[in-house]
C-alpha cells in the first residue's frame, strides 16, 4: 500500500516489520515519514522494526529526531556500518536497524546501541559476533541534550567507535573554543565579514561534453588568468606545500580536463584564494600551506588571512595535519567511518581550536605555536629550494643532451617521494607539540594514537578477504600483549590509595586465538613478563567463553572474559591488536576498578 493510503487512526498491529525507501536527503528522506507513520499503526503493546538509511540519525536533521525520540521509546538501534560493503555491496549508504514502541519514553531511558565491527568469524553461518566493547548503552536524554545544540549526529556518531574513555575526552575537547570562531564562510555572510578569516570551496569548471544544459549563466574568469598556477587535488598527496613550478596553469588544467576555455560554473570569492592560505580535502586527509596565489577545484577548499597571521595559519596547517585533528574528525564527522571519506566543512569547523592569545591557552602556548609553525616554515623553504635547483637540473642542457636512464618525469616523482617523506617525519616531530599545546595526558594520547593508527586504518572493509588485513583484526603473540598490560597496570597504580599494586603477566594460545593476561596485587610492581598458557587452561577458557556468549537472532553478544580468583584477575580475549590496545586497558581499568570498589562495599555489609 502507498504510504498516503496508511490512516492515521489505524492502531491495531502488533508488529510492523518494513524497510522504507531510501531516497531523499537531509528532512526530505521519504524514510522519516514511514518513521514518523509507523507509530500509528501500533497498539500500545506493539513494536515495530524499521531498517533504515543511517542518514536518518547522522544527518541534520535534529528538530525531526527530538520529536521523534520524544513521541516513541526506541529500544534498540543496531548500527551495521562497519558491515556496509559486506552485507549490501550494492547498497548506497549503510543501514541502521531500528526497533521502537509508540510509547513515549521514560526520562532515564537508554536506548541500546548495538555497532558489530568485522570480525574473523565465518559468515556462512548467518552469525554476527558482537564484542562486549561495541555493545553500549546510550541514556536518551543525551541525544535529546545534543538536538538542542543541533548536534545529534555527533552523538550517535561518537558512540559508534568511541569508548566511555573516548566519549569523555571528546567530551573535553569540545570544550574549547571551535574553529569556526575564527573563520567567516564566505558563502554564507554575504559579504558581512565579522571574523579574521575565511572559508570555501574552490571553483567549478564546466566540462565541453556535459550531457546537460547548466542551469545558470557561465561566468567570466574576470581578473584571473589562464596563466595563473592551478593545483589539481592530486598533487597535495603526502605533501604539505607544491611549488608552483609543479602546478599547470589554469589554461593547461582546463585543456587536460576538457573544461570549457574561460569560462566557471561557479566563481568564488577572491579572499579564499589570496594568500596566504591553508588548502584541505574533503577527505580530511590532505593538506597544504601557500604563500602565493593558486587556483583550486571544489575538490579542496581553504581558510585564508591576512598576512600578519601568516604564522597561526601555518599552525593551523600543522593542526589539521595532526593525529588529534583526525581523531575528532574520525569520531565526530558524519561520513567518516560509516560510508565515505568525506568530512563536511561544517565538520571541519567545529574542531577545537584556540590560539595562543585565548583565554583557554596554556602558558607555553606563544612558545608551542611558534616553534610548530617554526618547523613547518623551515620545511616549506627547503622544499621551494630545492624545487628550485630541480627545475635548473632539468631545465640544463647537460640533462637534456645526457643519456640517461631517468626522464624528466621519473625525476619529479623521485623528488616527490623525498618531500613526502621527510613532510611525514615533520608530522611526527609536530604531534608531541600539538599534544603539549592542548594539554593531553599519556592516557589521552593513547587514545588519539590507538584511533588513528588502528580503528582508522580498520573500518568498513570492501570484503572479507581484505579484512583479513585490517590492523584490529592481527594477531598478537605474547610480546604484543606489553602495551596493553603496560598501560592497564599502570593506570590501576595510579589509582591505589594503600601499600599494594598489580603486576601482570600474560601469554598466547595459538590453536585457541586466545590472549591470556594475569594481573596480581604486590607490594613491588614489576614489568609485565610472558608467559606460556597451558592446553588445559585455554580450553576450560574457551569453553567457559562459548558457553557465556549470548544469541539474539543472527547476533551473537559475547562476554567479557574476566574471571576473579581471590586476589588475581585473569583477562581473556582473541589476541587480536583490536582487543588488546592501551585504549581498551584504560577502559577496562575503569570497569576492574569498578567492581572490585562494588565487591568492596558488599563485603563490609556483610
Known sequence: RCLSDWSSDVCSSDLVVGNPPWAGRGSKQIAQKFMDRTPALLKESGRACLILPSKVFL???DAFQAAWLRRVTLEQMIQLADYS????????????IVRFTPVKPDEAHEIEYVA??????????????????????????VVLAATEQKAASVAWKSYLWGTPRDLKFLEYLLTFPRLEEQVDVLSQTRKKRTRPWVTGQGCKPREIRAKSKPDRELKPLGNWKETDPFLPARLLNGLMTVPTSFCPTLRQHFQAEEYIPGKLYSKPDDAIFTPPLVLFNQGFSEFGFFDQTVRFHHALQSIAGPKKDREELLFLLCYLRSKLARYVVFQTAANIATERDKAHLFEVLRLPFFLNHDE?????ASNLLTKVAAKADRLKQEMENSASRLEEQLSSKAFRLTDREETEVQARERWLDRQRARTAQMEAEINPLIYDYFGLSVQERALVEDTCDVFDKSDTPSSLDAARDIPTLQPLDADGLEPYATMLTHTLNGWAAGSLRVCAAGGVDDEYGLGL???????????????????????????????SAERHGRLVFQRSGWFFD??????????????????????DA?????????????????
Open 517 to 547: 593476561l594475569v594481573v596480581n596485587q604486590v607490594r613491588n610492581p614489576r614489568l609485565f613478563q610472558t608467559r606460556s598458557i597451558s592446553k588445559a587452561l585455554a580450553t576450560a577458557v574457551q569453553r567457559i567463553q562459548d558457553a
Open 566 to 587: 581471590g586476589k588475581r584477575i585473569v583477562l581473556v580475549k582473541p589476541a587480536l591488536k583490536g582487543e588488546w590496545t592501551r585504549t581498551a586497558a584504560l577502559n
Open 85 to 96: 560493503f559486506i552485507l549490501f555491496k550494492k547498497a548506497l549508504c549503510p543501514c541502521n
Open 360 to 364: 583557554c591557552a596554556p602558558a607555553a
Open 116 to 141: 558489530p565491527k568485522v570480525s574473523r568469524a565465518d559468515l556462512r553461518d548467518g552469525l554476527i559476533q558482537v564484542s562486549p566493547r561495541d555493545r553500549k548503552w546510550i541514556p536518551l536524554r
Open 59 to 61: 544527518s541534520q536533521n
Open 590 to 606: 575503569a570497569e576492574l576498578s569498578a567492581h572490585i570498589a562494588e565487591a568492596r562495599r558488599l563485603s563490609k555489609r556483610k
